[in-house]
């Protein structure tokens, strides 16, 4: 309790040095999500100095424009693409057959996905639920998109009701009509760098509302 005050307390305050809500309430916003995400402060604003997230960023965007992705959210259960924020239902149903295809294959486990999927590669992106997985979801994401946002609490029940399923997440800044929407990637890239790429990306989606309030 006294740590989230101290973050709600840092967060006000550097609002108030900045002039209050508005466009230039990113920075100070951001700031506190990576408080919230517990990272080394300091070596993560210095990250977003150097080239190698925007790198990664890129490579992700150049994918989604190689799959011809329309927007975001995007998802991909194994194979099968998704436009849009999708149901619960729609997922574990998508999920429950991937799964039995995928285990009538005859490929092995650990093989199973680069085999069928390799359009749409795990690579280096961060991975949250099961390491080895018969059925891999990928989401192309926009940190300041509202669909994605709200698509963030249905893939967190997808993942508790089904541990066995592996999430993959890769960027997809819509930099046209998002303009933070770079930058944001960029950090959570960088708290990939510190091994709490989750956590910020948690954090940034928690407070979208307050992050992205001037866009």
Not at 73 to 97: I, K
Not at 120 to 128: K, L
Not at 173 to 182: D, E, F, G, K, V
Request: proline share 7%.
């Amino acid at each position: 309790m006294r740590a989230r005050a101290a973050l709600a307390a840092l967060s006000a305050s550097l609002l108030a040095a900045c002039g209050g809500s508005g466009a230039s309430s990113f920075e100070p916003a951001l700031l506190a999500a990576a408080g919230q995400a517990g990272l080394d402060v300091p070596t993560w604003q210095a990250c977003r100095e150097t080239q190698a997230p925007a790198d990664r960023v890129a490579q992700d965007v150049a994918l989604a424009k190689a799959l011809a992705l329309p927007g975001t959210p995007v998802l991909f259960v194994n194979c099968t693409e998704f436009v849009g924020a999708q149901a619960l239902a729609v997922l574990e149903a998508s999920v429950s057959s991937a799964s039995t295809a995928a285990q009538g294959s005859g490929i092995a486990i650990a093989d199973y996905y680069d085999t069928v999927c390799p359009d749409v590669p795990v690579g280096d992106s961060p991975v949250r639920g099961a390491t080895t997985s018969w059925v891999t979801v990928v989401e192309f994401g926009d940190f300041e998109c509202p669909y994605c946002g709200a698509e963030e609490p249905v893939l967190k029940q997808l993942l508790q009701d089904h541990p066995e399923v592996r999430l993959v997440f890769k960027n997809f800044p819509l930099t046209s009509i998002h303009p933070h929407a770079q930058p944001a990637a960029i950090a959570a890239e960088c708290a990939l760098d510190q091994g709490k790429f989750w956590e910020m990306h948690d954090a940034i989606y928690r407070n979208q509302g307050t992050i992205f309030a001037g866009d």
